[in-house]
């Protein structure tokens, strides 16, 4: 049983950057594989990047480049670096667990655990 909580979001102008941060309870989750998502009105859930428990990582080719993704075990926290911000990266950000196979297909159906979103608006 996993929880998992976003924060960090909000209003940029194009070329700014932010930080999202994915905080994790319930279990410890040092060997899930983690991922974020996200969702722009009107359009379908599309994945962002993936990293294992090994931090090993993987980013969509829209925000390669300019995303970094990094966690930290002890923490139990997962981080999104945004720099560089587009127009096109406003949506509703998930932050999302799953077994270490999730890392591999990246399939949002099979990720386990969901956090609730944060919202980024890039104008």
């Known amino acids: 049983h996993v929880q998992l909580v976003e924060s960090g979001g909000g209003s940029v102008q194009t070329g700014g950057s932010l930080r999202l941060t994915c905080v994790a309870s319930g279990a410890a989750v040092t060997s899930y594989c983690m991922g974020w998502f996200r969702q722009a009105p009107g359009k379908e859930r599309e994945g962002v990047s993936w990293?294992?428990?090994?931090?090993?990582?993987d980013h969509a080719g829209p925000v390669k480049g300019r995303f970094t993704t990094s966690r930290d075990n002890a923490k139990a926290t997962l981080y999104l670096q945004m720099d560089n911000l587009k127009p096109e990266d406003t949506a509703m950000y998930y932050c999302?667990?799953?077994?270490?196979?999730?890392?591999?297909?990246?399939?949002?159906?099979?990720?386990?655990?969901w956090g609730q979103g944060t919202q980024v608006t890039v104008s």
């Open positions: 999302a667990a799953g077994g270490m196979g999730s890392c591999l297909f990246r399939r949002p159906s099979d990720f386990t655990y």
């Open positions: 990293i294992a428990g090994s931090s090993r990582n």
